[in-house]
């Protein structure tokens, strides 16, 4: 695949081509709203980075990675460093120089062929784009991302705050993570106010409306609800007001693997779980939490822990959208 030559090759969307798979389509035709969605996506989904996203991810000093394992096991990624280690040289062209936590599977995970999903968020003013793509090069500490989505999302539920990261040097290993989750990792989960979800197409590989997604989910501490037995833990996040495309669940709706991503600014660690999840669509169940039109079931397969990544957070602004929200009321 010669990177080069598909970076002078915009599409866009026109004729039959919909910036949106099957998946999302059935989900927003469930909701209706698929016809106002195809309009606005469209409209606002590119198969370029405009100049302004461009500038935006040049100055990150983090974003968030969705990828695919050799199993297909997906999973939501960190990666750090100091602003310009993401680079947009052309519209359709992103460069990541990437610094993933130790023994995280981003780096194994993005070959050339991969596709992979970013989420760019800033949270001190909670602006955050997303981009799409498949991975042309791979090597020599540089991925190189050939754009197949671009679009920006609103600010909501983002809890706004500043502060940085441990020394690489300072990164420990992670402690490994099962089906039953470490009595650490549930409280991670239960302070957490900043969590990510990565999902997949069922075709991700072909480019285009497929691929994967990275996405913010956001609320205040408590907002993901653990629940565990003897074997297993489920966890069940409110899925609140968005933009209707609706790429998290259109991806479930084809395919229910799915990797979360938890931070916990307080003790400065992070979370990275692996597993299957679904949509609750039961109107009863949503009732369970104030301000949620649904609910997403995540039940982990696999994830890593790691301690002592997050330094000096100032405590959160909240956002003024989750006035009104939560908290999980008990069962009846």
């Not at 969307?13 to 996506?41: C, I, K, N, T, Y």
């Amino acid at each position: 695949m010669s990177g080069r030559h598909l970076l002078q090759r915009p599409r866009g969307w026109s004729g039959d081509v919909s910036p949106f798979h099957a998946g999302e389509q059935a989900v927003q035709a469930r909701l209706g709203v698929r016809e106002r969605m195809e309009q606005a996506g469209r409209r606002l989904v590119r198969d370029f980075m405009p100049d302004e996203h461009r500038e935006f991810f040049e100055d990150l000093p983090f974003v968030i990675a969705a990828s695919a394992d050799a199993r297909g096991a997906l999973w939501a990624s960190l990666l750090m460093g100091e602003p310009g280690f993401l680079r947009a040289p052309e519209p359709r062209q992103l460069v990541v120089r990437a610094q993933a936590l130790p023994g995280d599977p981003f780096l194994e995970n993005v070959g050339t062929g991969a596709p992979l999903g970013l989420l760019g968020i800033e949270l001190p003013t909670r602006r955050r784009n997303r981009v799409n793509g498949r991975v042309v090069r791979a090597g020599g500490g540089e991925i190189e991302l050939l754009v197949e989505q671009s679009f920006g999302n609103c600010k909501q539920y983002i809890q706004a705050r500043a502060g940085g990261f441990a020394a690489e040097n300072a990164r420990t290993l992670p402690g490994a993570e099962s089906a039953k989750l470490s009595t650490e990792a549930v409280r991670v989960l239960e302070r957490s106010d900043t969590t990510f979800v990565a999902t997949g197409s069922s075709h991700a590989r072909a480019g285009a409306s497929e691929g994967l997604d990275a996405s913010h989910r956001g609320g205040r501490p408590g907002f993901i609800r653990v629940e565990q037995d003897s074997a297993d833990s489920v966890l069940t996040l409110p899925d609140f007001s968005g933009n209707n495309m609706f790429n998290t669940f259109g991806n479930l709706e084809v395919n229910p693997r799915a990797g979360l991503l938890a931070l916990d600014f307080g003790s400065g660690a992070v979370l990275s779980l692996s597993g299957v999840a679904k949509v609750i669509w039961d109107p009863a169940a949503r009732e369970a939490f104030a301000g949620a039109e649904r609910l997403l079931e995540f039940r982990p397969r696999s994830g890593w822990l790691w301690r002592g990544v997050l330094r000096d957070w100032s405590a959160a602004e909240e956002s003024p959208h989750l006035r009104g929200t939560g908290p999980w009321r008990p069962a009846t």
